[in-house]
Nanobody, 127 residues
Framework: QLQLVESGGGLVQAGGSLRLSCAAS????????MGWFRQAPGKEREFVSS???????????YYADSVKGRFTISRDNAKNTVYLQMNSLKPDETDVYYC?????????????????WGQGTQVTVSS
C-alpha cells in the first residue's frame, strides 16, 4: 500500500502563489506516476498535472491546458515527495486538491488509472 498526505493548501489572493506537497510512504514511491487533481463542491474531480517516474521518460510532465504556464509539477524521489507549484491563481481554482499515484508506464490524466489517493488539501483563492 502507498499512503499519500497532502499539505500546503490555504488562503491566497487572486494572482498569488501556493506550493502543495504530497508525502508518500509505504510502497515504493520512485516507481509511481504521480498526479494532482482538484474538485470543487458539486463538481467532478478534474485532472491538473502528472509526472512520470524520473528514471523513465526523463521526468515527463503533463498539464491540463487550463494550468499550463502557471503550474509546475516536480518530484523528489529521495524525499518521497511530489510538489505542485501554483502561480497566478484564480478565484475559480478554489478547490480541494488531491495527490494521486499510479503504477503505470507514463503520465496520465485519467482518474481511474490512479489507485492511491490522498485526503486532499483545500486551496481557497480570494478575489
Amino acid at each position: 500500500q502507498l499512503q499519500l498526505v497532502e499539505s500546503g493548501g490555504g488562503l491566497v489572493q487572486a494572482g498569488g502563489s501556493l506550493r502543495l506537497s504530497c508525502a508518500a510512504s509505504g510502497r515504493t514511491f520512485s516507481g509511481a506516476v504521480m498526479g494532482w487533481f482538484r474538485q470543487a463542491p458539486g463538481k467532478e474531480r478534474e485532472f491538473v498535472s502528472s509526472i512520470s517516474w524520473i528514471t523513465w521518460n526523463a521526468g515527463r510532465t503533463y498539464y491540463a491546458d487550463s494550468v499550463k504556464g502557471r503550474f509546475t509539477i516536480s518530484r523528489d524521489n529521495a524525499k518521497n515527495t511530489v510538489y505542485l507549484q501554483m502561480n497566478s491563481l484564480k478565484p475559480d481554482e478554489t478547490d480541494v486538491y488531491y495527490c494521486a499515484a499510479a503504477y503505470i508506464a507514463t503520465t496520465s490524466s485519467k482518474e481511474g488509472e490512479y489507485g492511491y489517493w490522498g485526503q486532499g488539501t483545500q486551496v481557497t483563492v480570494s478575489s
